[in-house]
């Protein structure tokens, strides 16, 4: 192979002196563009970053959107252990009359948990719902009422079939622990309008915590005040209560000692945000001993709302979802910024507290069915009727999908992140509407393919948020909730 003769610039570069020379005009450089940055001194371009002013006294002030917003909050409802979009959302006549037969291409597939057996219709019949007659299963009619309010996402697609990447990737945009998750990025982005309560909660399923536990509602390297509160209604945030032997006038005057004390610390310590949080924290603390205890009360809602929600269900876990819902719409109500919802836990094991059916699916989906769909449809029903669904945007969503096969010697789908479903309701997005498809046995997305990074982008978009400029400078990193991806659906959006 001929070789191709050095330029110019490298021949001088192979002289000692001379290579020493450009470095040290280039380090140069480097620098002087670093502090004019620094300083704010250069140009910006109409897609440079934006990363918001957050004030150490005040870092959840509200801060405005970078265009107008369809959505003021999000709600995120949140079904651990990959609920199968098969036997709920995605319709397959082709796998009802191919039902029992080899997967085409299928030969020696060999998938997480091993090798597939053939084909299997859902145990769930499908009927159209509603003026749009979408199919929906039987599996959850409370929530396939409400067809004509949903926007369908079939083509959804996500990095891992494992777990616990896979809910990493659907509420921090990577599968990698350390990352910040949505809602840090919408509070560190917006603030909140309400000084009382935190600006993004999370609520864990009455069973336990999801497979990630935290990681689902960290700051990662934001700014630590951004992580959500993690509370439920049967678990309210602890420590809230003054002590009785401490008096009002004792304990405000501790606090006004210690507020100076921080404020001196963060002078000395500007860019700990550590300190920054945990000021905050104390603050917010003390504005939720009264705020945090009434938002929680439930008792105050009417008979006919208790049972909307089931609450008063014999099914004691159902109940303990019941209340969580009707916790995340008085939070909704009063303001909180962004609500993650958990339905399913993984504290029991697989399958037994979560919808990761592997096994004996049919007898697993008919115990999480019930405990999801009637407090799930209340919310979505309540929300709507309050006005709230206006500028409130809802997403459902689950790490991945399942299957078409059944795994081998077993009654129950394997994990599939090549395509499943996701479906939003509320401000900015169409009803009665489905986007994408995958193919006629619901295995892979094949048509207006997406991808978790897209579903982020969109969730920010209506927000006024734009994904590509929102950023935080972290390690040598403009990072975004995106990273480098993500497109925002317009074709969804009203």
Wanted: charged share 20%; hydrophobic share 35%.
């Amino acid at each position: 192979m001929k070789e191709r003769p050095i330029s110019g610039t490298g021949r001088r570069l192979l002289n000692r002196r001379e290579f020493l020379r450009y470095s040290g005009t280039g380090l140069g450089s480097i620098a002087l563009l670093a502090l004019l940055s620094e300083q704010k001194l250069l140009a910006e371009s109409d897609r440079s970053p934006i990363r918001p002013l957050i004030r150490p006294e005040a870092p959840f002030a509200a801060r405005a959107p970078h265009f107008k917003a369809k959505a003021k909050r999000v709600l995120v409802i949140f079904c651990s252990g990959a609920c199968s979009h098969l036997d709920t959302w995605d319709y397959k006549p082709q796998l009802i009359q191919r039902h029992g037969q080899p997967m085409p291409g299928s030969e020696k597939l060999i998938t997480f948990q091993g090798q597939q057996g053939n084909l299997t219709r859902s145990p769930y019949e499908f009927k159209p719902r509603g003026q749009s007659g979408k199919y929906i299963s039987d599996l959850l009619p409370n929530l396939a009422e409400l067809a004509d309010e949903m926007c369908f996402i079939h083509s959804m697609t996500a990095k891992s079939n494992t777990h616990g990447p896979g809910e990493n990737q659907m509420s921090t945009g990577f599968t990698l622990d350390g990352f910040p998750s949505a809602g840090a990025w919408v509070s560190y982005a917006l603030g909140t309008e309400n000084q009382e309560l935190p600006a993004f909660v999370a609520i864990p399923d009455p069973r336990g915590v999801p497979q990630s536990g935290p990681n689902n509602w960290s700051a990662g390297f934001l700014p630590a005040v951004f992580q959500g509160v993690a509370f439920n209604a049967d678990k309210p945030i602890p420590h809230l209560a003054t002590p009785s032997a401490i008096t009002p006038a004792g304990e405000s005057s501790v606090r006004d000692f210690l507020k100076m004390l921080n404020e001196k610390h963060l002078e000395q310590h500007p860019g700990d945000t550590d300190l920054m949080a945990r000021i905050a924290s104390y603050e917010l603390a003390a504005k939720m001993q009264l705020a945090a205890a009434k938002v929680s009360d439930l008792s105050g809602e009417s008979a006919a709302t208790k049972e909307m929600y089931g609450i008063n269900d014999s099914n004691k876990i159902k109940a303990g979802f019941g209340r969580n819902c009707l916790l995340a719409r008085r939070l909704l109500e009063s303001g909180v910024r962004f609500v993650q919802l958990f339905n399913g836990a993984y504290a029991m094991g697989e399958g037994v507290g979560n919808w990761d059916g592997h096994k004996t699916l049919k007898a697993q989906y008919d115990v999480h069915g019930p405990i999801l769909d009637q407090p799930a449809a209340a919310l979505v029903k309540d929300l709507k009727s309050r006005g709230l669904l206006e500028d409130t945007l809802v997403v459902w969503a689950t790490e991945f999908g399942r299957m078409p096969t059944f795994q081998k010697d077993a009654s129950g789908r394997d994990h599939n992140p090549k395509g499943f479903t996701v479906w939003m309701t509320g401000a900015g997005v169409k009803r009665g509407f489905s986007y994408g498809a995958t193919d006629d046995f619901g295995y892979q997305a094949a048509q207006d393919i997406t991808t978790v990074y897209d579903l982020h982008a969109t969730i920010l978009h209506l927000l006024g948020l734009d994904h590509e400029r929102l950023t935080f400078y972290h390690n040598g990193i403009e990072r975004r909730l995106t990273d480098v991806h993500g497109e925002v659906i317009r074709n969804i959006l009203v």
